[in-house]
Every structure is written in C-alpha cells, then in structure tokens.
C-alpha cells in the first residue's frame, strides 16, 4: 500500500471532538481503491485529501437529481394534513 505522508504544517488543526457536526470537518486523509471487472481490485493508496473525479453518467449523481425532482413535486401537491 503507498501512503503518502503530509509534512506537519501541512495538516489541519484538529476540530473538538465533543461537537462534530456531520459534513463539516474532513480528515487530512483519504483512502482510494480502484475496481476494474477484468483485473479486480488495484492497490490501495492513502494520500492528503484532494477533488474526486467523477464521470457525467454516474448514476450516483441522476439518482440524487431524480429525488429532488419528486421531492419538488411531492411538496407541490395539495394533500390534506391530518390532525
């Protein structure tokens, strides 16, 4: 495994750890693995935290766009509330 290792100025001051909000505060790491059918799994690597990339037709992304599409339209409904 490669683990690339961040010089000690370069890291984060770390956050109190009795309130940590969810999506706020990120580790100064992060582990990646790839997945290809034919050859299986690559090597792993650790390394500082960086952008993903991601292709256009993930359907990680068209899911997220089709919730929010029947969120909006289920919010636009009249529906009667009850008590």
């Known amino acids: 495994m490669e683990i690339e290792l961040l010089d ?3 890291l984060k001051h ?3 750890t009795t309130n940590l909000p969810f999506g706020r505060d990120f580790t100064d790491y992060m582990f990646e693995v790839s997945y290809d059918v034919k050859e299986g799994w690559s090597k792993p690597t650790i390394s500082a935290v960086h952008n993903l990339s991601i ?3 993930a ?3 068209h899911y997220a766009m089709e919730v929010r599409a029947r969120v909006s339209t289920y919010a636009s ?3 009667p509330k009850f008590p």
């Open 8 to 10: 000690p100025s370069q």
């Open 14 to 16: 770390k956050p109190d």
């Open 55 to 57: 292709h256009p037709g």
């Open 59 to 61: 359907k990680t992304l």
């Open 77 to 79: 409904l009249k529906i």
